[in-house]
């Protein structure tokens, strides 16, 4: 038995957050949406990882993003999330946007990584499960893998799609090429990708870079008819105050996971502290200053170019603090560059190697 929840939603839920369409797709997304990749195992307080999820939602962040292997262990925070979904936002699941993926290692042998038929259709059953859902709202391929043929893939994507298991299905960190390739496979079978899931921050700007055909992957994305949500925002931390005055015991980078010690070099510290100066001038935060970049209007696609910033959270008050952001997403020509003087590649895409490990040709 379920025990009767006590939660009720904020009534104002809807009244602050911009909703932004995904590519050319029906689906909006919140501009902040929220990954569940650390902070959701089980090693963090089930009544933390409550609180933080309820305040979202009452916040108006309608999209949770996990994957087969967030934990730790790997597949833990899918239980956890099903577990409060199941207590506490069940009789909200059409306000939801719940996403997950496959891609990365999961299980032991063959058959527990990559893009192959066999462990999309495999992992996704192993998320419903562990999630206690019929179907989630968008299914990714997660990263690149030079040992299947793009083809069989999409094939695999598409079939979710016509299974019911996923309403829409996107890729993440795919290169430039790759993505205009697979959208315009899945273009002709008649089922959209609508989205693409890339790193990208005022630290890590590979997105914007051009490709071998000249076209950056926003462009290229944007061109496809996907939308774009950026992970890792704030680099893991990075460009927040978290590290401005050392290193705290329970920072992501004290537990020394995902965000290493050489990520915190003087030179990057020395530089986030800069880059705060100017966060602080324009009365914002830096984390805040970091998602309103990430979401600015820029290119040919101006604020539709990044549909949502998807940030990890590990308390409330973060959680607030980046939401917050909203309150200013502007930023004079005169701050962009200040910006732009100052920042430099912090060396933290520790996804490149996948995105490089398959190109269009390969
Ligand atoms: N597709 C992919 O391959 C991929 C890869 C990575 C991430 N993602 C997705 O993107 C989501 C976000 O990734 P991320 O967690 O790396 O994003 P992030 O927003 O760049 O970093 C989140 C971390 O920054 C710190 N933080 C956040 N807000 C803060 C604030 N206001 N003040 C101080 N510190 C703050 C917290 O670290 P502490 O824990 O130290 O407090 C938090 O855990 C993931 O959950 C996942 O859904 C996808």
């Known amino acids: 038995m379920v025990p009767m929840s006590s939660y009720v939603p904020a009534s104002d839920r809807y ?33 933390t990882q409550r609180a933080i999820l309820r305040r979202a939602f009452d916040r108006g962040v309608t999209h949770f993003d996990l994957a087969n292997n967030y934990g730790p262990p790997a597949g833990s925070a899918e239980i956890n999330f099903g577990r409060l979904l199941k207590e506490d936002f069940l009789p909200y699941r059409d306000e939801l946007i719940i996403s997950s993926k496959a891609g990365w290692d999961m299980w032991e042998g063959p058959y527990g990584f990559g893009g192959s038929r066999k462990y999309l259709m495999a992992s996704l059953d192993q998320s419903l499960e562990r999630m206690g859902l019929d179907y989630v709202d968008i299914f990714y391929h ?31 960190s ?54 774009t949500i950026a992970f890792s925002p704030l680099a893991q931390g990075l460009l927040t105050d978290r590290y401005l005055g050392g290193v705290p ?30 966060a602080q001038e324009r009365e914002q935060s ?58 430099r590649d912090a060396g933290i895409n520790i996804w490149a190697d996948a995105t490089a490990s398959r190109r269009h040709a390969d």
């Open 286 to 343: 830096l984390a805040q200053m970091a998602l309103a970049w990430v979401l600015r209007e820029q290119g040919e696609y101006g604020v539709e170019t990044v549909t949502s910033a998807l940030i990890g959270a590990s308390s409330v008050a973060q959680l607030d603090e980046n939401l917050d952001t909203l309150d200013n997403l502007e930023f004079s020509t005169a701050e962009l560059k200040a910006i732009d003087d100052v920042a």
């Open 174 to 227: 795919y290169g430039p090429e790759l993505t205009a390739e697979a959208a315009q496979f899945m273009a002709e079978e008649g089922c959209p990708l609508i989205i693409n899931q890339p790193s990208y921050s005022i630290v890590n700007r590979w997105v914007e870079e051009p490709g071998e055909d000249g076209d950056s992957l926003l462009t290229a994305a944007a061109d496809s008819g996907l939308g």
């Open 142 to 172: 997660h990263r690149p893998d030079p040992d299947t043929p793009l083809e069989e893939t999409m094939y695999a994507l598409r079939d979710i799609v016509a299974s019911g298991k996923a309403l829409y299905v996107g890729i993440s």
């Open 249 to 278: 015991a329970d920072s992501r980078a004290a537990a020394a996971k995902s965000l290493s010690g050489d990520m915190l070099s003087e030179e990057n510290l020395t530089m986030i502290s800069r880059l705060n100066d100017i």
């Open 15 to 47: 009244t602050s957050m911009p909703y932004r369409r995904v590519g050319r797709s029906g689906l909006k997304l919140p501009a902040i949406s929220l990954g569940l990749w650390h902070n959701f195992g089980d090693d963090k307080p089930l009544e």
